[in-house]
Structure formats: structure tokens, C-alpha cells
Nanobody, 116 residues
Framework: QVQFAESGGGLVQPGGTLRLSCQAS????????GAWYRQGPGDQRDLIAT????????YADSIVQGRFTISRDNAKNTVYLRMDRLKPEDTGVYLC?????????WGQGTQVTVSS
């Protein structure tokens, strides 16, 4: 069973930068698109960004607004999310998964808090 380990979250001031990492225990990202999701106060998870096996990217423009960059390193089975110009409304738990997501593979995520 593949597992995802998200890291890189923390407390950052508005306007700051974070780089999140998602390492898979297997080479799943070599076969499936990877994605980052954000979970807010409820259980809803919003799609933030996706990256295909060939490296094509898509973003939830209403949320990202040109501030985030998703990338991947297949050799490391890792997908990254660089977040620039962070805003308080970006606060939440960030999780990675495939796209579409596999319900059995959700991990714990990494908490991002944007506050002064």
C-alpha cells in the first residue's frame, strides 16, 4: 500500500513563502498524476494543483492566483508545492494524493498557517 508523507508546512507571515514536499513510499507518481489539496475547517478538500506524469500542470486559479508552483521529481517519488505571497486565507491542512484522488491513500497532511 502506497503512503504519502507531506512535510514543509508551518507558521508564516502574510507575503511569505513555503515549499511543501510529498514523498510517496512507492513509485506511484511515475504512473499517475499527482496533486495537492487543501482541507479547511470542515472536511471539504479543495483541489489546488495537479501535475501529470509528463509534467503538465494545472491550477485552481481562483485559489492560486499565480502564486503557487507544483513540480515533481520522479527519481525521488516526490511532488512539491512552492507557495509564494501567502495570504491568511491560504491557511489549512495541505495534503497530496493522485489525481483523481484515491480515498484509501489520504495521509495526515501538513499544516500551513498564515498569520501575522
Amino acid at each position: 500500500q502506497v503512503q504519502f508523507a507531506e512535510s514543509g508546512g508551518g507558521l508564516v507571515q502574510p507575503g511569505g513563502t513555503l515549499r511543501l514536499s510529498c514523498q510517496a513510499s512507492g513509485s506511484i507518481f511515475g504512473s499517475y498524476a499527482g496533486a495537492w489539496y487543501r482541507q479547511g475547517p470542515g472536511d471539504q478538500r479543495d483541489l489546488i494543483a495537479t501535475i501529470s506524469t509528463s509534467g503538465s500542470t494545472n491550477y485552481a486559479d481562483s485559489i492560486v492566483q499565480g502564486r503557487f508552483t507544483i513540480s515533481r521529481d520522479n527519481a525521488k517519488n516526490t511532488v512539491y508545492l512552492r507557495m509564494d505571497r501567502l495570504k491568511p486565507e491560504d491557511t489549512g491542512v495541505y495534503l497530496c494524493n493522485t489525481f483523481p484522488p484515491r480515498d484509501t491513500l489520504w495521509g495526515q497532511g501538513t499544516q500551513v498557517t498564515v498569520s501575522s
